[in-house]
Each structure stands twice: as C-alpha cells, then as structure tokens.
C-alpha cells in the first residue's frame, strides 16, 4: 500500500492542467473542442501509458480499509472526478483502463475479492453519472422543445451523459436506465439524434435492445462510423456485448425476434470490421460466428436477409477463414441451407418489378451469391455451380413465381455460369490438373444449358434485364469454346513433355460445338463474335505424328481426332459466317478480337480450314484471289488486319509448332509483298493515318522476326520429330532465308513510313517519344536474332549458305549504318566461323568468309584473325586455276585401269570423300579417273585444254599477286583474286534462272532414267536381260567388286566436332541421312542379275551396252557440263 500511496502522490503532484487519461492539456469549452498536447518534467506526464498504469494501480486502493487508506481513497476519487469533468477522451480512456484492470485482477486473485471492488467502483461512479443525469433532465424540461440539444448543457451534464454510454455495468442495470438514463437520452435527441465518435458500449448494448428508441439510436451511430475499430476499441465497446447476445441465441431458439435483433446488429458492425478484427478478434469468441450463422439459417424469420447480409461480407473480408471455420461442411450443404428456407421463396413470389431493386428483398437474398462464389477454392467452384444453377436457372422458373422474379433468378444463374467459366479460364498459360477437371464440370453445366443459352441473344430487346441475360450468354459462349481450345492446347503441352492426361475428363463438348454451329444465322452477328473470340486459342496447334511403339501413342491418337474434330467445327464456322451480308462481315473484321480469328485461319495446317478462312475474306474484300483478298483488308483494315497477322505469328511462335509455319511463311511473304511492292505498295503509296496504324505496323515487324528466331532455333528440333521429309524440310529452310533476306531488304521501306509519319504527328504535337530513333528501334529485331540466325552458316546446302552469308553481311552493314555493334553471342561464333573453331566448322569459300570478316571488322572497329589455310586459299585463288592443266595431265596419263589398285581403294561399305572444288561435289580426281576410262576421253581432253588456254588469256590480262608476297593478317582488307571464283546467285533473276536451270535437269535426268529402265525391262523378257552365259563385263567373273564411284552420303550441316566431312548429326536430324545415288540403269541391271536364271533352249543373241558403260557416259556428260560452266 505505500507504494500505492506514493504514486497517489505522484499524480495529485503533477501539473493541475495535464489530463491523466488522455495527452490534453487544460480545459475544452466542450467535449469535442481540440486540447493542446503538452509536456511534463515528470516520467508520467510525458507518457500516457504510465499515466494510466498509474491511476489503475491506485484504483486498488478502495479495496482497503483503514483511515489512512480512506484519506488516499478520497483524495484519489476528487482526482478522477477532476478528470473526468473535463473532457470526452479522459471519459473513454478511463473506462478503457479500469476495464483492463478488472481483467488483470481476475486473472490474478479470487472472483469474490474481484467482485467486491468492482462493486465500490460502480457505487462512485454511478453515484457521479446519476447525478450529472439528473442535472440534464432538470435542464432540458426547462427548456422547450425545440431548443433541445446537447448544446444547451454544461460540459459537466454533457460528460456526465457521455460517460453513462461508457459504463458498461450502468447500461447492464435496466433499472438506473429507466430512472436516471432514459428521460434526458430522449429529451436530447428531440431535434437530432445524438452524435458519437467514439466506439462506446452503449452503440453495441443498444443494437441488441428490445427498446425501438435505443435500438434505433445505435443503428445510426453505427452508420454513420467511419473509421474502422481498433483491436482496443473492439475488446472495450463490442466484444462482451456481442459475446453475451450470441450466447442468448444458441442452441435451439425460440424467440425468432431475438434472432432478428441480433443479426441486425451483427451485420452492422461486421461491416466496420477490417480482415485483422475479423481473423483475430471475431474468430477469438468463444462461440463460432460462422456456423452460428449457418444454423440460424433454417429459421422463417425477418432476419433471414441480415443473417446472408453477415455472410456475405464474412466472406468478401475473410473468405479463407470462413471456410476453414466450415471444415467438413460442403459449399454445397450452405447452398442448400439457404434456398430450404421457406423465407426465400416468399421472397421470390412477392418481388414487384416497381421496387427500387438496389434497396430490394430480391437483391438482399442473390447479392451474396458472388461473394460466395469468388470465396471458393478451384476445386469446389464447378460443384458450387451446378447446384446453383440448378436452384436459379431450373426450380425458381417455375410457373408459380412471377416473370419478373424468373427473369431475375435466370440472369443471377447464367451469371454464375459465366463468372465460373471466365474464372477458369483467368491464366493466360496452360490448365493445371485441378484446373482441367473443374473445367470439364463447368463445360458439362454449360452443355446441359446450351439450348436456353444460345437463344436469348438472338431475342429482341426488351426489358434490360433481357438485355443483360443476352450479354451474359455472350460470354458464356465465348469462355466455353476458349475452355475447348485452351483444354485442348493443354494436353498438347502435356503430351509433349511426356506427362499423362488424366482420365476420364474429357472437356470436349460437342453439344456447345453444335449449338453454336446451328445458331450461326445469316445476321447473327453477335454469336458470331462471341465464337471467334472463343476459338482463337486454337491458333498454333497441330496434330501428332505417331509411331506405334512410342509413349502415349493412344492419348496422341485421342488429342489428334478431337483436334481434327474442333477444327472441322471451326471450319463450319467459318462456312456459316460466310453466308453473311457483306455489311455483317465488314462489322466483324473492324473489331480486333473477331479480326485475329478470320486471318489466323489463313496460318492453318488444316487444308479445309484454310480454304474455308480463304474463301471468307475473298468474301469480305469481293476479290477472286487470295493475295487481292489481302490486299484489300490491309487497304480497308490496315490496323486491325496487320494486328492479327502478328497476332497470329506470335501464338504460332509461342507454341513453337511447325505445322503452321509454311503457311506462316506464305502468308507473311504476301503481306510483305503488298505493303512493299516496288510499284503499288501500300506503304510506298499511302502515309500512315495514326499513330495506332504505326504501331500496328511496327508490332508487325518485331513478330516477323520473332517467327523467323523461332524456326532458325527449332528447326533442329523438328528435324529429330521428323516432321517432315528431308526435301520438305529443305524447302522449308529455304523458304524461311528468302523471306528473311526479303523482309530485310524491305527494312528501309519501314523506317521510312515510320518516320515520315511521326515527323508529321510530331510537328502537330500529336506524336510521344520525340526522341526515338525509329531505324534504331527496327534494326533491334533482326539483331537479336542473329545468334540463331548465324548457326545456319554451318549447312552444306549452296543456297542456303550463300543466303545465310548475303543476310548475315547486310544485317552487320546495317548495324555499322546506325551505330550500332553486334551483340557478343553471333559475334563470337562469326569468330569461330572465321578461324575454323572446333563448334563452328563451315563449308565457307574463303571469299565468303573475307566478306563476312570485311563485315564484321567495320562493324567492331577492329581486325579479326581468320585461319591461315583460308587466308592463303584467298590469296592465290588465281593460282589454283594456273596448276589446273597440270594436275589434269598428270591424272589422265593412265589410259588403262590398275584393277588391283582400284580394288585397294574400294573397302566394303566405305563411301568416297567428296571434295567440294567443283558444282556437284566431285573432286578433280575422280573427273579424269572417269574420263580416262570414257570411250570419250580424248575429246574431253581437246575440250578441257581449250579451256585451259582460255583460263590462262584471262589471267594474262589481269595483274596477277606477287609470287614472293608474304600473306597478310587480314585477308578482308587485299584486293580480291584476280580469277573468277564462284560466286552465289545474287538476285532474283539469278535465283529464277538457276532454278529453272535446276528443273531441266531434273527432267532431263527422268527422262534418261525412264527410257532405260524402259530398255532394260524390254531385254529382261526374254531371260537374263538378253544375255548369254558369260557375257557382259569382265569383271564380274573376276570377282572385282568394283569401286564406288558414287557421291558420298553428305549431310546439310557441316559438323562441329571434327575436321573430316562426315555427315553431321544436327544436319541428319534435320533433313536425314543421304543415301549414295546409284545411276537408275546400274540399279535395274544389279537387280536383273539378282534374278535366278531361267532354263531356256537357243535364244537369239541380242548385242547390248553394258549399263556400267552407260553410267561412265552419264559421268561424261555431268563433266561437260561442268566444263561449260567453268
């Protein structure tokens, strides 16, 4: 007690105008007038908390007894009356604080002793509040109505009013409120209801009240809360008070106005709460709020809406909470609890169309619909569904409810539908396991009301409600046919990688697939949009190509037919939409979202899809070909026509599939065309109107080259799938470098479009980003290709090679235009390439690589080494041609065959190198080994000496390199040979020259093939191709297998790892093995000598060429040719 005593002292010694239970500082002229905060010298009068810690701790003092602790008692009670006579926050702090010391005093001593000085406090201070209430009745009778108000009290009246809704043990006494509370409580709100901003119990105590008056009052002071309730404020003015209303309603109730009071009052203040007062004041009562709710949701009372109204927002605050309170209970079971109740059917059959719906009992019992729904985990949300939909969209369309309250419940049901479908669909990326299974429920919901969806946009507009169930149907089919695509692109994913599909969750749905199809009437443009939105996901998907014996070869032969079967819908989707008016189409291409899907049919590998998107937009555009059709939305739709291209470019580049990518070339070679033509391009002849047409047009070139990255990196990975022939493939690649160098050399096309027209919308001050450098921001693209691009250096294929060095030199020639440097992955292989590097072996003449190595050095600023061999091969180019006379004597002086050496040479199985110093990849060695043994050899003789002679003129008109001259270190910078090299085709006449040259061969050689096969079979009749016992070469009775003068099996890409030529793997995964050409004759005459002989009498005998003969005069003419060209 004597320290008790002390602090008394303390606080009686500080400052006469500090606040012990608040930081004021002197007197306000009202409760809600500012106090000044101050500072004190002492410990307690600068920190507030101490200061109540203190004044609590005396507080303990009325529990002695004795004189000496009646003078402190006294002494201690005129200082709390001091301090609660001055201002409303020491009113609330001090009950807060006596509040935390009962708790405290419990938990430490004995009830009984607890008790006994709860009781003293109460005596003091309802002996100080009654008192001051007494005073305000007295005042206010005086004064006549309408000038009552709390303004006409003293501070001391309006306090002592003030502190009687703190006292939470004077509100409990009905008795002092009916004596003391209750007349000057209503006398002050005569005019005006009494305003509070602090959380005081008797807001609380109030909402639960039987009185209308008090009930009343504290609704709108809850109302007109603002600030949300701190955890102090909680456990002070609501915790008890709510604690002690729940515990009346538990169990099995009786008095259903108890019910309507409480959850009146408990949706009130659960609307003040935050997420933290919910998890952890709310949860932390005694009785469990959530399935209190949920059980009182049975009873026919008025407080049927305030219990959903509480539920609704538990579950917008704390949906996890909620849930976790609900363990085993389903979403189902609260489903179900809810519409059981008598109480929600009345409500449907009383709805008027005249109610304010906002304020209406029929938006009260559908408003919390969404919070449930949204409150729900992936797994549970298609179940959740189905059964609401079965309550809105099947039982309440009964006849008994009125049309109003039907149309409502339908809209609140395909709402539902639509919110679980677009909720599935909310991840840009692939389904997940969870995700696939609810996504096959909720399309079965779909497919169960299909029919009733898919008419309602098509009914006439009417009543908005109508018009909503209309939209909301719209997005019901466009989120279920995206579910279709996006099912189906997931389990390509899956498969490959190799990942199990789960059984026996199939999502495709033909019953959506048929409506949609059969409600696709000419003028129906609505669900036309509606459909191509939805089927745009199935952009970028192809079908399997299956082997027997592979994994999951059964789950790729289901997803092949259900992809067929999609795009056979969407094909007839298509055909539907092309029986529209022209007017109707034209609506659908001038929208983004309808536009991708119509231009993205042109990229399909499906040829009947394709047809089908072709055939629509010669529709759109009235043209009879496909490039005019073209060109005509690029004139008409130039922003929402280029848009789709890139869009479908970039789903096409994101999946990484191939099958798409021919057409994508096609396609992008004739939009290239007709924006860049030389004569008529688009943008040659028309400026750009807009700056969203700019962007349109550059978004179009950043996904050109993002296509073209993709094939140059998976090509290689295709090649292994084999998704193609080797010739396929090969065309391919050759397709995807045209395209490149062509959309290259349309680079300053683009710039130049760009630029004109942000010059001009810059001038205007239309235009942003002034200081962007347009030809810069163009060039980024192809750059950050480059490293992928130049890995095809390495194929063996002359075209593409000569491509790839043409592309690769003009890109670095840009790049050194604009300032720019290429980054450091292309630069480093460019480097390898240049010195032979181990990983970058090429079959680069040794002109190409000073060109690239000329190109590159302008570009970096600094020499680049390149190997010696190449350096000294550029050097002395012309001096190969003057040993060429030679080399060819010294060959052709045999005239007869060494058959023991040429059996040395010829291994069973080995394949003769083949050296590239010639067109066809035969080496000088094997062209005279051949012409010596031709019957036609001195002719070739007289012919290649001429040709010599002519070489040797040539190179006597030029200068020709110092003999004595030392290499240099950089080749690119010395003049080139002074002999004509080989150089590859450089434009397109070239290009189409060479390959009509190519086809005539070809021709030619089929012919020749074909007429001795043709002779061959003629002789094969009559037994042993014409032949007699032991005639024909020699050779065979000599057992001389011969050598093998075919070309040697060669790959595309010429391998990394070693020096040699064999055949590389990355080319033979890309257009597969080679095998050794055999002359057409020389396989029929093996092939008839396979055949056993047949027993026959004298026959005739028939003279005839050996087919080996006929193979050395073939080889004669190729060297001719070759001859020629040289």
Not at 756 to 782: S, Y
Not at 995 to 1010: I, L, N, S, T, V
């Amino acid at each position: 007690m004597v320290e008790i005593v002390a602090k008394l002292h303390e606080l009686t010694n500080l400052p006469p105008e500090l606040h012990w239970f608040c930081n004021a500082y002197g007197t306000p002229i009202s409760p809600t007038q500012g106090l000044n905060r101050v500072k004190s010298e002492h410990p307690i009068g600068e920190d507030l908390y101490l200061r109540q810690q203190q004044v609590c701790e005396c507080l303990t003092l009325f529990g002695f007894d004795g004189e000496d602790a009646e003078r402190c008692q006294k002494e201690l009670e005129v200082g709390i009356n001091a301090q609660l006579a001055r201002c409303d926050h020491c009113v609330v702090g001090y009950y807060k604080s006596r509040k935390k010391l009962v708790e405290q005093l419990r938990n430490d001593h004995d009830e009984d002793e607890v008790a006994g000085l709860v009781k003293i406090l109460d005596k003091k201070d309802f002996a100080r509040i009654t008192r001051g209430l007494d005073m305000a009745t007295r005042k206010l009778k005086a004064t006549g109505p309408s000038d009552r108000s709390k303004n006409i009290l003293d501070l001391s009246s309006q306090l002592s009013l003030f502190e009687a809704l703190c006292c939470e043990d004077l509100l409990a006494d009905e008795t002092l409120l009916r004596q003391h509370f209750q007349e000057p409580f209503k006398l002050v709100q005569t005019n005006r209801k009494l305003k509070i901003l602090h959380y005081v119990p008797a807001a609380t105590v109030f909402l639960f009240d039987k009185d209308l008056d008090r009930r009343s009052w504290a609704t709108h002071v809850w109302e007109k809360y603002k600030n949300v309730p701190t955890v102090e404020d909680f456990d002070f003015a609501i915790r008890d008070t709510l604690l002690r209303n729940m515990q009346s309603a538990f169990g099995v109730v009786t008095d259903l106005t108890l019910l309507e009071r409480l959850w009146h009052g408990v949706s009130l203040i659960i609307n003040k709460l935050d997420k933290n007062l919910v998890t952890h004041s709310l949860r932390a009562l005694d009785i469990d709020i959530y399935k209190l709710a949920l059980e009182h949701l049975q009873y026919d009372t008025e407080g049927f809406l305030s219990v959903l109204q509480a539920i609704q927002k538990l579950l917008e605050l704390a949906p996890a909470d909620f849930w976790d309170a609900m363990g085993a209970i389903s979403p189902t079971t609260v489903i179900e609890q809810v519409f059981n109740n008598p109480r929600y059917d009345r409500i449907i059959e009383e709805a008027k169309e005249s109610d304010d719906y906002d304020t209406s009992a029929l938006n009260t019992v559908h408003s919390w619909i969404k919070s449930f729904m949204a409150s729900l985990k992936t797994d549970h949300q298609a179940r959740a569904c189905r059964s609401l939909d079965f309550q809105l969209l099947d039982r309440l369309q009964a006849d008994r409810f009125p049309p109003y309250a039907r149309l409502e419940c339908k809209r609140i049901g395909l709402a539902t539908l639509a919110w679980t479908l677009t909720n599935c669909n909310k991840d840009s990326g692939t389904l997940t396991h969870t995700g696939r299974i609810v996504t096959a429920e909720t399309l079965s919901i779909a497919s169960d009301y299909i029919r009733d969806i898919i008419g309602i946009p098509s009914l006439p507009a009417g009543h908005k409600i109508q018009e909503s169930c209309g939209e909301t149907c719209l997005k019901i089919i466009k989120a279920a046919l995206a579910l279709e695509c996006k099912s189906l692109r997931t389990d390509q994913d899956a498969l490959k990688h190799n990942q199990e599909l789960p059984d026996g969750f199939s999502s495709y749905s033909p019953a959506i697939w048929d409506a949609v199809v059969q409600h696709l009437d000419r003028g129906n443009v609505t669900v036309a949009r509606a459909a191509l939105v939805g089927i745009n996901d199935l952009t970028g998907l192809e079908k399997f190509k299956i082997n027997a014996d592979e994994t999951y070869s059964k789950e790729k032969s289901g997803f092949n037919l259900k992809f067929g079967r999609l795009t056979h819908l969407v094909c007839q989707i298509l055909e539907r939409i092309n029986d529209f008016d022209p007017a109707d189409l034209d609506k659908l291409f001038r929208h983004s979202d309808t536009a991708t899907a119509l231009v993205a049919s042109l990229f399909s590998p499906d040829p009947t899809l394709y047809e089908a998107g072709v055939n629509l937009i010669k529709s759109i555009s009235a043209e009879s070909a496909r490039r005019e059709a073209i060109g005509h939305l690029l004139q008409v739709f130039f922003e929402t026509t280029l848009n789709a291209f890139s869009w479908a470019i970039r789903r096409i580049a994101r999946n990484k599939t191939y099958a798409s990518c021919p057409r994508m070339l096609k396609t992008s070679a004739n939009v290239l065309d007709i924006l860049c033509d030389s004569q008529n391009g688009l943008l040659r002849n028309r400026p750009l109107s807009s700056l969203p047409e700019i962007e349109a047009l550059e978004n179009f070139w950043k996904y050109q080259w993002e296509g073209l990255r993709v094939i140059y990196e998976t090509t290689e990975d295709w090649g292994r799938e084999k998704v193609a022939d080797s010739n396929g493939l090969k065309e391919f690649c050759r397709d995807t470098m045209q395209l490149s160098e062509r959309l290259f050399d349309q680079y300053s096309v683009f710039a130049n479009a760009i630029e004109t027209t942000t010059r001009f919308k810059q001038e205007d001050g239309i235009a942003e980003d002034q200081g962007k450098n347009v030809a810069k921001e163009l060039l980024l693209h192809p750059a950050k290709i480059m490293e992928a691009m130049v890995k095809w250096l390495r194929l063996r294929d002359e075209f593409l090679v000569k491509a790839s060095v043409e592309l690769t030199k003009k890109v670095l020639g840009r790049l050194t235009e604009q300032g720019m440097t290429i980054a450091e992955g292309p630069c480093k292989f460019l480097e390898q390439v240049l010195k032979n590097g181990p990983q970058a072996k090429t079959k680069l003449q040794p002109q190409e690589k000073a060109e690239i190595a000329r190109a590159l050095e302008e570009n970096l600023g600094h020499t680049i080494a390149v190997a010696e061999r190449d350096r000294e091969q550029s050097d002395t180019l012309s001096d190969r041609y003057q040993k060429l006379p030679q080399a060819t004597k010294k060959i052709t002086k045999a005239t007869t065959i060494d058959l023991d050496a040429w059996r040395s040479k010829a291994k069973p199985g080995d394949v003769i190198e083949v050296s590239d110093d010639d067109d066809f990849g035969d080496s000088d060695t094997l062209d005279q080994e051949l012409l010596s043994i031709s019957r036609s050899s001195d002719l070739m003789k007289e012919m290649e000496a001429a040709t010599v002679a002519t070489a040797a003129t040539a190179a006597k008109s030029k200068p020709v390199m110092p003999q004595d001259r030392k290499p240099s270190t950089h080749p690119v910078r010395q003049p080139k040979p002074t002999q004509p090299v080989k150089t590859g085709i450089q434009s397109d006449a070239d290009r189409a020259l060479f390959r009509e040259k190519r086809e005539k061969e070809r021709e030619a050689k089929k012919k020749r093939d074909a007429e001795t096969l043709a002779l061959v079979k003629k002789k094969a009749s009559i037994g042993m191709s014409g032949q007699i016992l032991g005639e024909g070469s020699a050779l065979g009775s000599l057992g001389v297998k011969g050598k093998d003068h075919a070309p040697k099996t060669s790959s595309m890409m010429v391998s990394s790892g070693s020096e040699s030529d064999s055949e590389d793997s990355l080319d033979e995964q890309l257009f597969g093995p080679k095998a050794a050409k055999v002359p057409d004759a020389l396989r029929e005459y093996n092939a008839n000598r396979a055949m056993p002989a047949k027993v026959r009498g004298p026959v005739k005998k028939h003279v005839r060429r050996d087919p080996l003969k006929t193979c050395v005069l073939d080889w004669h003419q190729t060297s001719r040719l070759f001859i020629r060209r040289s």
